[in-house]
């Protein structure tokens, strides 16, 4: 569960959030950041990598059915980088 204003002072990098009760966009500082429903192969590596490392039994349920729990995940990222690159027209940005 996240906490409120989650990604308060969040500055740089990625934040991936597995939301299956849909509450993130209530929780977040939407002044600092901007939220995708968006878990690309870069999500699936990371849990593969997981799952390899930890032997995580959720981490292997979620990639089991990827279809259907990759839709439960949100993308974070910092505003100021969200927007610069969504000038760019490298960043679809969508509204929570």
């Known amino acids: 569960a996240a906490g409120l204003n989650l990604c308060a002072g969040m500055t740089g990098g990625v ?13 977040l500082n939407a002044g600092m950041v901007i939220a995708e429903r968006s878990a690309g192969e870069d999500l699936r590596a990371l849990l593969e990598l997981h799952v390899r490392h930890t032997g995580s039994a959720r981490a292997a349920a979620l990639l089991e059915d990827w279809q259907r729990s990759s839709a439960l995940f949100w993308r974070v990222l910092p505003r100021a980088s969200a927007e610069g690159a969504a000038e760019d027209g490298a960043l679809q940005i969508a509204s929570a």
Request: net charge negative.
């Open 15 to 27: 934040l991936y959030v597995l939301d299956d009760s849909g509450v993130l966009p209530v929780r």
